[in-house]
């Protein structure tokens, strides 16, 4: 199957910095990348959907001034959240879904996730 | 309403039980249908695809009817290792996505 890592695997920051996430497709090509975030005890919540070369659609709520995404190549889409504070703790999950040859994955395939504490 | 509604649990069985979880969803417009099981900090991983004829792979059942908007998922001869959250997960057809339920835990005891 196909794999994804996440970079880093989790990270504690002072309130007011930014953090910077990648999110990479390691064997295949990836299209189409979506953000989750997932609270404690909660489901994952789409935060975004990105197709690579264009801008990324937000869902309702998600400040994207606060969570830039880029995904200018097929295999690294990032998430930074920018001035971070207390309550955007949280675990972070990429998921990607795209090509290898010529066998196309509608399945998404999740990151390892990254966890974000800002103190 | 929720888009996808679990039962939240936690279900706490003994080894070798049969555990039953279900799942409803709002849009009707569903296309696809997925169990995934989640374990403590981790991320989510796919256990099976749910389709309208029912299908099963070995201890694990999943049933869907579309008819009432259900889904469900059968763990026969339960495992220490089937200890983890079941999230139940739809596909709208909108660019891909997924909603996520909030997941049902399970312990299974020893």
């Known amino acids: 199957g196909a794999v994804v890592s996440q970079h880093p695997s989790w990270v504690i920051c002072k309130s007011g910095t930014s953090v910077k996430i990648e999110c990479r497709s390691l064997d295949f090509q990836a299209t189409t990348m979506f953000w989750y975030r997932q609270f404690p005890k909660q489901s994952l919540m789409l935060m975004a959907t990105s197709n690579e070369g264009s801008k990324a659609t937000y869902e309702q709520g998600v400040e994207k001034d606060k969570f830039l995404i880029n995904h200018a190549s097929l295999t690294l889409s990032t998430l930074t959240v920018t001035s971070a504070h207390p309550e955007d703790s949280s675990f972070y999950i990429c998921?990607?879904?795209?090509?290898?040859?010529?066998?196309?994955?509608?399945?998404?395939?999740f990151g390892p996730g990254t966890r974000l504490t800002v103190l | 309403r929720k888009e996808v509604e679990q039962d939240p649990g936690p279900f706490n069985v003994p080894e070798g039980a049969t555990v039953a979880f279900n799942c409803t969803y709002s849009n009707s417009a569903s296309q696809s249908f997925f169990w995934y099981r989640q374990d403590c900090r981790k991320e989510p991983k796919l256990l099976m695809s749910v389709y309208s004829s029912g299908n099963e792979d070995g201890r694990f059942t999943a049933q869907l009817n579309r008819a009432s908007q259900y889904i469900s998922l059968l763990i026969r001869d339960s495992k220490l290792s089937d200890s983890a959250t079941y999230l139940c997960v739809v596909n709208s057809g909108s660019a891909r996505q997924l909603t996520f339920g909030s997941g049902t835990q399970l312990t299974v005891l020893p």
């Open positions: 998921s990607a879904n795209g090509l290898a040859g010529d066998t196309s994955y509608n399945e998404q395939f």
